[in-house]
């Protein structure tokens, strides 16, 4: 697909899944399990489906999936899936080797998104998983992963992002705004603070990738929002906002986890939001 001067595509680099009761907050089980089965342990499969933007000179990524540094304890509870498809594979698949990326912007920092940012050396360092690359943060979101409460620092993973701070690789961005030629962040506080999704358009279409305001198809109705948000009142308001404006202008919405469905359009039914339409981006 292509969108104002950028050739848009969405890669895969693995699956895992999730408790089927923190993805859906507070509503009753018999109703998520419809949207999305649970499995014999309670959790959801969920995909990492990345955005790669190409044009203007650039190879930008958005968000880098988990990575691979994890224990097999730690693969059994996540249930990591990298045979499916791999950060590395995928991108060999578009014709590109990590340092052929020249931006990564990353929505927000938890291990699901940022995992990929670093990588491990054989010495055991921790150093940028793309050399080349300049890696775009919102500055809200990096202080709050440095500090964040007791309730999600199990999300946020300092082998992820200090290695990109010490670096010298990392543009700390102020609030919402063009932050690459024709890439738009938006930035919102629901999920955690400071995560930004990002925005393309020209005069023709807008894909909006939603990273964790809106995780899957499954999340379209609006209080279907995540037990992990830290302010889900917030969340609701910015569902609320996001859905005026892609319904208006007929947005393509681009889903990070949905396992099957990498985008869609959305309409207002007499049961409230629902999936107008699933797009192919290719
Ligand atoms: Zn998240």
New binding site residues.
């Given amino acids: 697909m292509k969108i104002g001067s950028y050739d848009v595509r969405m890669i895969e680099s693995g699956r895992f899944a999730l408790d089927g009761g923190a993805m859906f907050g507070i509503v009753p089980k018999p109703l998520w399990d419809r949207r999305a089965p649970a499995d014999d342990r309670n959790r959801v499969d969920l995909a990492t489906r990345l955005l790669l933007l190409r044009g203007e000179d650039r190879v930008v990524l958005v968000d880098t999936g988990m990575g691979d540094d994890y224990s097999e304890k730690e693969r059994d509870i996540y249930k990591i899936d990298q045979e499916h498809s791999s950060l590395a594979r995928s991108l060999a698949t578009e014709g590109l080797s990590p340092d052929d990326v020249t931006d990564v912007v990353l929505?927000?920092l938890?291990f699901?998104?940022a995992g990929g940012a670093t990588r491990r050396t054989e010495d055991g360092d921790l150093v940028p998983a793309f050399e080349r690359a300049r890696y775009h943060v919102q500055r809200r979101n990096f202080d709050w992963a440095r500090d964040p409460s007791e309730r999600d620092r199990g999300?946020y993973l300092a082998e992820n992002f200090d290695p990109l701070a010490d670096a010298g690789c990392l543009e700390l961005h102020d609030g919402p705004g063009e932050i690459l030629p024709d890439i738009f962040a938006e930035v919102v506080d629901g999920?955690?603070f400071g995560?930004q999704v990002i925005r393309v358009s020209d005069d023709a279409a807008t894909l909006l990738y939603c990273?964790?305001l809106l995780?899957t198809a499954a999340h379209v109705p609006v209080p279907y929002v995540?037990g992990?948000d830290l302010q889900p009142l917030a969340t609701v308001r910015e569902k609320h906002e996001l859905y005026a404006r892609a319904i208006e202008n007929d947005w393509i919405l681009a889903l990070e986890h949905d396992p099957t469905t990498a985008a869609i359009r959305i309409r207002e039914g007499a049961r409230g939001f629902e999936v107008a339409e699933i797009v192919t981006i290719d």
């Fill in positions: 929505t927000h938890h699901d998104h999300s999920h955690t995560q990273a964790d995780p995540m992990y």
